[in-house]
């Protein structure tokens, strides 16, 4: 069937085997003593007696850690607006924009989402493109949907300058939430942010190749995570001195470009080399594929070159084509990292005239009927069979007869 999701499943069979021994052979055995480390057994014949001490190996912990990775969270002011009309006056209500995936974010252990768009804790005023601003309700919503950490490096990282960045990692901060890619100052970078699930420690970092033109000042403590391939691998390596798991996040590649670029595969490589687990790719607004990179070592990394946009109001067809990437990590001591129960969800961001009512659907609830319906068809190809031909030439959906 052409629509039926990418799914890809790590698992290992273990086979054991016993051996008989005869009933003339069999003599009786008696267990006099048990401790952590050892079996002591006495077994009796007519003749002697004799004692035997047999090593056991304490049981073998594996411990899994579930993932979902979101696109880009891009909020023009068509999205923002619509809240704002829908919280009649209080506020800003987000709901009906998510709707349509929101049993999506909070299935896993660890929700990560690319936030696109700063939150400068309600000290200006909501803003779209070129330089974007979103309302506190917006993060907020996002948490409560089941989003646990927020990266944050991105090329609009700097749209509200130092002021509007030390008002974003105040939303973030006063809130408890992870944010990752900007930091206040070196000490603040320096302190890898970290999750715990079930003693399992996951590591998030996060770059972007952009700033839009834009640097910080000469004269600001404040950081952003830059893409240097050098201090992204001295990080990964410091990163899973203190984690099993490291999750790296990368806002690169050529906007609307759906083409993986040589030296994001080299680069993606290195990163996975230093000790990376998972790659999650941003920014150019059209998905990529997904994949899984093996090492030198044996070991073998995700790779996601880019999610596209989880919701937007863009104007081209393969931007509102997004997805959700499920996987998880199975951790084991002494044993490399395994990559199980690769999941794609696509996602569709719907509209109708005029960039009104923006809404997300699962591909699995978007009819050709309401293809045919999106407001994007005055500005760009788009229908059923657009969507499906498009995750089709990315590997995400198996293709049709």
């Not at 048990?34 to 001490?53: A, G, K, P, Q, R």
């Not at 309600?122 to 309700?137: H, L, M, Q, R, W």
């Not at 001195?241 to 595969?265: F, K, M, P």
């Not at 081209?316 to 794609?344: A, M, S």
Request: hydrophobic letters at 40%; charged letters at 20%; one cysteine or more.
């Amino acid at each position: 069937m052409r629509n039926r999701l990418f799914a890809a499943v790590l698992s290992a069979v273990f086979l054991c085997s016993c051996s008989a021994v005869s009933e003339e052979e069999a003599v009786p055995a008696v267990i006099t003593e048990l401790t952590d480390t050892e079996i002591v057994t006495s077994v009796t014949t007519e003749e002697t007696t004799v004692t035997t001490t047999a090593a056991t190996e304490p049981p073998v912990v594996s411990k899994t850690v579930t993932f979902t990775a979101l696109g880009d969270n891009l909020i023009h002011s068509s999205i923002y607006n619509q809240a704002a009309r829908r919280a009649g006056g209080n506020g800003y209500d987000f709901e009906y924009a998510y709707a349509g995936a929101a049993d999506l974010f909070d299935k896993a252990d660890i929700t990560v989402l690319n936030q696109e768009t700063l939150i400068c804790n309600d000290i200006f005023e909501p803003s779209t493109y070129p330089c974007f601003n979103s309302p506190v309700a917006l993060g907020d919503y996002m948490a409560e949907l089941g989003v646990d950490v927020f990266t944050i490096a991105n090329n609009h990282t700097l749209d509200k300058g130092v002021k509007g960045l030390t008002a974003c990692l105040d939303y973030y901060d006063e809130r408890g939430m992870i944010r990752v890619g900007a930091y206040r100052n070196e000490a603040d970078r320096a302190d890898i942010r970290v999750m715990e699930v079930d003693g399992v420690t996951v590591s998030f970092l996060c770059y972007t190749e952009s700033l839009n033109g834009l640097s910080l000042p000469a004269d600001t403590e404040l950081q952003i995570g830059r893409f240097d391939k050098d201090t992204i691998i001295e990080e990964i390596i410091a990163a899973k001195e203190i984690s099993d798991i490291c999750v790296v996040s990368l806002h690169w590649g050529t906007e609307n470009s759906s083409a993986v670029e040589d030296y994001q595969r080299q680069a993606a490589l290195e990163f996975a080399e230093a000790g990376a687990d998972v790659i999650i790719g941003n920014h150019p607004h059209v998905l990529r594929e997904v994949e899984l990179i093996g090492t030198e070592d044996g070991r073998q990394a995700l790779c996601a070159y880019s999610l596209g946009n989880l919701i937007s109001a863009q104007s081209v067809g393969t931007n509102l084509i997004g997805g959700v990437l499920n996987f998880n990590v199975t951790v084991e001591e002494n044993k490399d990292n395994i990559i199980g129960d690769i999941e794609f969800i696509p996602i569709v961001t719907h509209y109708d005239g005029k960039f009104s009512n923006v809404r997300l659907y699962k591909l699995s609830d978007y009819t050709p009927e309401m293809a045919n319906s999106h407001g994007v068809r005055s500005m760009s190809k788009f229908d059923h069979d657009y969507i499906l031909d498009y995750l089709e030439s990315k590997g995400l959906i198996e293709e049709g007869p």
